[in-house]
C-alpha cells in the first residue's frame, strides 16, 4: 500500500524558523509532505512516513557530547 499525504499535515505545521536551528529544537522533518513537525513520534502524524531526526548534511549534524 502506497504512502500519500493526507493534508493533515498543512493544519498542524509549526511556524517558519531558520532552517540549521530545525533539529537542534526537536522538530523532525517528513520527507514525503516535506514539513517539519514538533512530535515525540517515529511516524508522520499525516501519511505514516518515517521521520527524520537528524540532518542529512555533517555541516548541521549535532554536536557529540
Sequence with gaps: ???VC???CERIKPAALTSNLRYKIGQKWCSLC???FFTEEVMCPCCKTRLRSKPRSKRHELPRM
Excluded: T
Aim: glycine share 12%.
Design 1 to 3: 500500500m502506497a504512502q
Design 6 to 8: 493526507r493534508g493533515l
Design 34 to 36: 516535506a514539513l517539519f
